[in-house]
Structure formats: structure tokens, C-alpha cells
């Protein structure tokens, strides 16, 4: 089974600062996805970012881009000029690829960032 | 609809009773996903549908716990003799792939809050 940890209950930033959130993931597989998910208070999860564990060049979107270490099985999430709206609970999350599966997204304990005037 | 519709949003149950919680995902959407949060943690995945066929039901935590998606749209997750246990937040999420289709991107609801007394 996959496990994605994230050492990071909390994190606070101040707004236009920028604040990186780490994430591990312990797998066999090769082949996978990663993923950022934010949650905010409304409780509804929208993606933020996805990488494919194939791709060597990091995945970047607007202000959020990642770390990506397939090596270290490292996925750190990077958050530039971090807006007020920026406060949620951050989820890191993989996926295996695999024929008939890879549709399972393993989570990790969130983190809850912070963004504080 | 143009989201991942959930009901009820909150439901409180005396212990023993049972439940039902509806998932409307997204048209046409091949896959269904329901997870349970926990309080202060990540999302745990229950059970998958690919159309109607469930062909993942290895998250599920106990026989008390059933899901359905008779016509491939609108699922239902029922929990019967609910124990306190099973206070958590069920999450809903579609995609428009089907599983080994490549990088699932999940829609997810904004959840249904279960408190069981």
C-alpha cells in the first residue's frame, strides 16, 4: 500500500510572502500521479496542481508550482505571493497507474496553512 | 450539473439508525468515488464505480456499510446501525475517465457531515 506523509500540521505565512509545504510518499510502483488538493473551510476539495511521476520537469500553475524528487519520493507544493484566500487545509495525494486500477487517491493528514495581513 | 452534488449536507442519527447519503456527480462522468474524512484528517477511500459496476469496495470498514449506482449516474451510500464511529464527513468525487484511463482528475462534492449520537 501506498502512504503519503505530510510533516506539517500547520503552517502560517504572511500575504505576498511565499511558503512551501512538504510531502513523502513511500511506493513500489513506477508509474503514478500526484496531487495537490485544497480544501477550504466549505469543506469542498479543488485540485490545485497535478504531476506525472514520468515527467521530469516540475509542474507549475499561476502561483502554486512543485518540487517534484521521484528519487527522494519527494512532492513539495510551493505557494508564491500567497493570498488571504490561500488559507485551507492542503492535501497531498497519490495515485498508482496501473491497468484496471489507478483510481484510488491515497491521502495524506493535511496541512493547514495559514495567511495571515 | 455543472458540479458534484451531495445530500443532505448534515445529518444527525441517533445510534442504530440508518442512513442514506446521495451523490449526484457530474453528467456523463464515468467514475464515482466515496471517501470518509475524519475530523482533522485526510480523506480515506470506501468504495469505486466505474458506470455501475463497483469494482473497487475494499475502503469500505465494515458490512454495514453499502453503496449503489444502479443506472451509472446518482449514487447512494447507505450505513446502517450507525455507531458513533461512523460521525465523519462522506465525500463524493467523479471523473470523466475510467480507471487506468491516465491522471484521474477527481471533482469532489462539498460533503455530507454525518453525527451520530
Known amino acids: 500500500a501506498q502512504t503519503v506523509t505530510q510533516s506539517q500540521p500547520e503552517m502560517s505565512v504572511q500575504e505576498a510572502e511565499t511558503v512551501t509545504l512538504s510531502c513523502t510518499y513511500d511506493t513500489s510502483e513506477n508509474n503514478y500521479y500526484l496531487f495537490w488538493y485544497k480544501q477550504p473551510p466549505s469543506r469542498q476539495m479543488i485540485l490545485v496542481i497535478r504531476?506525472?511521476?514520468?515527467?521530469?520537469q516540475n509542474a507549475t500553475e499561476n502561483r502554486f508550482s512543485v518540487n517534484f524528487q521521484k528519487a527522494a519520493k519527494s512532492f513539495s507544493l510551493k505557494i508564491s505571493d500567497s493570498q488571504l484566500g490561500d488559507t485551507a487545509m492542503y492535501f497531498c495525494a497519490f495515485m498508482k497507474q496501473a491497468p484496471n486500477s489507478g483510481y484510488a487517491l491515497n491521502f495524506g493528514k493535511g496541512t493547514s496553512l495559514l495567511v495571515t495581513p | 450539473g455543472a458540479g458534484v452534488s451531495q445530500s443532505p449536507r448534515y445529518k444527525v442519527a441517533k445510534r442504530g439508525q440508518d442512513v442514506a447519503l446521495r451523490c449526484d456527480p457530474i453528467?456523463?462522468?464515468?467514475?464515482l468515488f466515496w471517501y470518509q474524512q475524519a475530523l482533522g484528517q485526510g480523506p480515506e477511500f470506501l468504495t469505486y464505480f466505474q458506470n455501475e459496476a463497483q469494482l473497487d469496495k475494499s475502503g469500505l470498514p465494515s458490512d454495514r456499510f453499502f453503496a449503489e449506482r444502479p443506472e451509472g449516474s446518482v449514487s447512494t451510500l447507505k450505513i446502517q446501525r450507525t455507531q458513533q464511529e461512523d460521525s465523519a464527513v462522506y465525500l463524493c468525487?467523479?471523473?470523466?475517465?475510467?480507471?487506468?484511463?491516465?491522471?484521474?482528475?477527481?471533482?469532489f462534492g462539498a460533503g455530507s457531515r454525518l453525527t451520530v449520537l
Open positions: 504531476q506525472e511521476a514520468y515527467k521530469q
Open positions: 468525487a467523479s471523473s470523466q475517465q475510467g480507471a487506468g484511463s491516465g491522471a484521474n482528475v477527481l471533482t
Open positions: 453528467s456523463g462522468h464515468v467514475s
